[in-house]
């Protein structure tokens, strides 16, 4: 499965629509809850709660997007899920299993199957755009001789082919978050966590970066975008949306939350 | 299946995880002075106990018979009869009358041409070694059979002036021992403020790496495998300073000709023991920095 990723990525890459009925039926079977919240309060410190009864299900395979004004906690909520932050309060199941009480040496392993894009990047500033990219292979110990292949695809696609061996810091804001998104992305993680993913590159590339994480959805990897760029929530057909107001997971319409897709109820 | 080139390649790319160049700073450096001091400390105790060694070995079963008498010719008849006694004891291995041309040569510098003169009169001297074992018992028996023939013979074992010196050198040699200890102990806490500093100062990264689910024991591994080498380096060239200030001393102990000096001379196994010191210094750093990583690391989510 990995190397055939990888081997069509070049060319029109991840969009063939070859053999997605037979994956389509794989994620519909999948369809079962990834991500659970229940009743989540997050506090920092003795502030009043960042977040609060934050509620919500995701379906395996689901299309995610994560709205609402700066500071309402959506970066916040994304920490909770992709592990860098316990709740003050509530339940949150990962693949079924209750992370919250999860002991500490439990973590690496369900870390390595979720894939982050952080919103300040967070690119290790000593290695180069490559080796940043190969990071979450090597840290998952594959063997060296087997990193290469997919990294260059990965640069390539990112239209970064030529800039492999730069080091962040001379990379531009844009050119930095595609590293971001080709490292998060290249350990073909279950879960995709991206965090304003586009927020430092123009419209054709945040098309393209889209289409990535659309291949990537395809594919079977559950995928949640948090981004105010609604044009770009607009773009992704059959994508769910869920709004956070002041800490609180709003549903003005009641449409937007799960289950994803009318077709997919469980 | 993986290749050596591959296998190293990935160790490489591991070390690049880190940046290039010293992770914990000075500590190179404060390891090979601490080496340094070790060495020579280890080296001073080593060399002490080994001459106190040696002085006792040689002095413990040997004692000196004196027949103080005036009159030549009772002296002569009195230290023929003891020389008897002594040979006829149980626990005497040999006995021997120094040679009174020996003894004169001896204190020559002390009291000039009269002693050999024959007008001073100078006592009768028999060496006497014991055989090996509790040296202080055969000595005190012999004391009562010497005494059991005549006043004027006195039995005094060697080991019993040097005793003081002997006692002052292997004092000197625990005080060795302990710097050896302080120094270690002073070591690791360098190295567990380097790692903690190491540490800090990779904060960022270590995050990163977490989040993409590195193992606690993968991350103290990159860190303690870096202050490692630099242990390493800083003790070799603390080992190869302390060596070479080691012979010279050795080499001008040598030149003074003293017996005693001279026994302070490192032997062969305790230049094996001093070499074992960087080992132990590279050990206890990768260990103290492991140790103190895995600590750090454990308080992160
Ligand atoms: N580590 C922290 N310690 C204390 N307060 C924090 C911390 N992180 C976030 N906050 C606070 O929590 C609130 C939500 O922040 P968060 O970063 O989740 O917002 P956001 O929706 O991601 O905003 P933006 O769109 O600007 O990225 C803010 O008021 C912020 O000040
Ligand atoms: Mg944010």
């Known amino acids: 499965m990995r190397a055939g990723l990888y081997g069509c990525l070049p060319t029109v890459p991840w969009l063939s629509l070859r053999g997605s009925r037979e994956r389509a039926s794989a994620i519909f079977q999948d369809m079962s809850a990834i991500v659970q919240f229940e009743n989540v309060g997050l506090r920092y410190g003795l502030d009043s709660e960042t977040l609060s009864d934050v509620s919500f299900t995701l379906a395996g395979g689901g299309f995610y997007f994560l709205t609402g004004a700066s500071g309402a906690g959506k970066t916040s909520l994304l920490k909770l899920l992709y592990l860098a932050q316990r709740p003050s309060r509530g339940v949150i199941r990962l693949f079924g299993e209750d992370v919250v009480t999860l002991p500490r040496k439990r973590l690496p392993g369900f870390r390595r199957r979720i894939g982050v894009v952080f919103q300040d990047f967070r690119l290790v500033p000593h290695l180069s755009a490559y080796d940043n990219i190969a990071l979450p292979l090597r840290v998952a110990g594959m063997e060296e001789g087997e990193v290469d292949a997919p990294v260059t695809e990965m640069l390539g696609w990112v239209g970064l082919g030529d800039r492999g061996q730069a080091r962040p810091a001379t990379l531009s804001g844009g050119e930095q978050q595609r590293v971001a998104i080709a490292r998060a992305v290249i350990g073909r993680p279950e879960i995709l966590v991206a965090d304003e993913p586009t927020g430092n590159v123009d419209a054709d590339m945040a098309r393209r970066l889209m289409t990535l994480f659309e291949a990537l959805n395809r594919l079977g990897t559950t995928i949640v975008v948090a981004t105010h760029d609604l044009p770009l929530i607009a773009q992704v057909s059959g994508a769910q949306m869920m709004r956070l107001d002041k800490g609180r997971l709003a549903d003005p319409t009641g449409s937007l939350r799960y289950p994803p897709r009318p077709q997919g109820g469980e | ?301």
């Open chain 2, 1 to 301: 299946m993986a290749s050596r080139t591959d296998r190293r390649a990935a160790a490489a790319a591991r070390h690049r995880l880190l940046p290039g160049g010293r992770v914990a700073g000075p500590m190179l450096w404060i390891i090979a002075i601490m080496m340094f001091l070790t060495v020579l400390a280890a080296a001073a105790g080593l060399g002490l106990g080994a001459a106190v060694r040696s002085m006792s070995a040689d002095l413990a079963g040997r004692a000196s018979v004196q027949v103080v008498e005036a009159n030549p010719q009772l002296r002569d008849q009195l230290a023929a009869r003891a020389l008897t006694a002594l040979r006829g004891a149980d626990g005497v291995q040999a006995a021997a009358p120094v040679d009174p041309a020996l003894l004169a040569d001896q204190v020559r510098p002390w009291l000039g041409e009269e002693a050999t003169s024959g007008d001073l009169p100078l006592p009768a001297l028999i060496d006497v070694t014991l055989t090996p074992g509790d040296a202080d018992a055969k000595v005190a028996r012999l004391r009562r059979l010497l005494g059991g023939l005549s006043p004027a013979l006195r039995i005094e074992p060697h080991a019993a002036f040097l005793l003081p010196l002997a006692g002052l050198l292997s004092a000197l040699g625990w005080l060795a021992a302990g710097v050896v200890l302080l120094m270690a102990l002073a070591t690791g806490a360098v190295v567990v403020l380097a790692a903690r500093g190491a540490h800090d100062s990779h904060r960022g990264t270590i995050e990163v790496l977490h989040l993409m689910g590195a193992t606690d024991v993968q991350i103290a591994r990159l860190f303690q495998r870096r202050i490692g080498l630099d242990a390493m380096l800083g003790s070799a060239l603390g080992f190869a300073f302390a060596a070479f200030v080691i012979l010279l001393i050795g080499l001008r102990l040598g030149a003074t000709g003293s017996e005693l000096l001279g026994a302070v001379r490192l032997p062969p196994a305790s230049w094996a023991v001093l070499g074992l010191l960087p080992v132990a210094g590279v050990l206890l750093a990768t260990l103290a920095a492991r140790w103190t990583v895995l600590r750090a690391l454990g308080r992160a989510l």
